[in-house]
Antibody, heavy 122, light 108 residues
Framework: EVQLLASGGGLIQPGGSLRLSCAAS????????MSWVRQIPGKGLELVSA????????YYADSVKGRFTVSRDNSQNTLYLQMKSLRADDAAVYYC???????????????WGQGTLVTVSS | EIVLTQSPGTLSLSPGERATLSCRAS???????LAWYQQKPGQAPRLVMY???SRATGIPDRFSGSGSGTDFTLTISRLEPEDFAVYYC?????????FGQGTKVEIK
């Protein structure tokens, strides 16, 4: 069974940094691109970042470009999202999700992890 | 950027009734790259449909998808209690990949 377990969320002050992790199991992790999608509670969804199975060709939404960095450790089956210069509008539940191919995330997302909540407040 | 507009915002129906959800794109969706997700309170979204009309693994055949170009529909032929949720469409054919704002299917 494919499982994705996101962690690392919490309360952080504006301007602060946080690193999210997503531990994957049940599939050949390095064979799939992975993504991060966020959701402001009660609101819609935004794909903020994605990375190929090899860990290159990162994608970032304009809203996070220059502040967030996606990476992965295929030896540990783990995806990361390093978030810096956090703002109030970055507060959301962050989900990791598996893409449908190795080279890109131009595919449906399946499955999704359970999400980790990031709160940005002073 | 392709903007996806879902309608209605809320659909109030009874179990056993038919649900028809609409997703309209601001420009043509490349390669029929349109997916639908179901989200229940406190849970992550779950893939329901992809490639416009292909059901994801484990999704019952009361769910069907149709459409092309800019107009897409998710139909649930006979609502079961577990189908009441929020449904989002997503286009994944062009960057940025975007989601609709969701349609809530609630029990009448």
């Amino acid at each position: 069974e494919v499982q994705l377990l996101a962690s690392g969320g919490g309360l952080i002050q504006p301007g602060g940094s946080l690193r999210l992790s997503c531990a994957a199991s049940g599939f050949s992790f390095s064979s799939y691109a992975m993504s991060w999608v966020r959701q402001i509670p009660g609101k819609g969804l935004e794909l903020v970042s994605a990375v190929t199975g090899r860990g290159d060709g990162p994608y970032y939404a304009d809203s996070v470009k220059g502040r967030f960095t996606v990476s992965r450790d295929n030896s540990q089956n783990t995806l990361y999202l390093q978030m810096k210069s956090l703002r109030a509008d970055d507060a959301a539940v962050y989900y990791c999700a598996k893409c449908g191919s190795s080279d890109s995330c131009y595919s449906p997302l399946d499955p999704w992890g359970q999400g980790t909540l990031v709160t940005v407040s002073s | 950027e392709i903007v996806l507009t879902q309608s209605p915002g809320t659909l109030s129906l009874s179990p056993g009734e038919r649900a028809t959800l609409s997703c309209r794109a601001s420009q043509s969706v490349s390669g029929n790259s349109l997916a639908w997700y179901q989200q229940k309170p406190g849970q992550a979204p779950r893939l329901v449909m992809y490639g416009v009309s292909s059901r994801a693994t484990g999704i019952p055949d009361r769910f069907s998808g149709s459409g092309s170009g800019t107009d897409f529909t998710l139909t649930i032929s006979r609502l079961e209690p577990e189908d009441f949720a929020v449904y989002y469409c997503q286009q994944y054919g062009s960057s940025p990949r975007t989601f609709g704002q969701g349609t809530k299917v609630e029990i009448k």
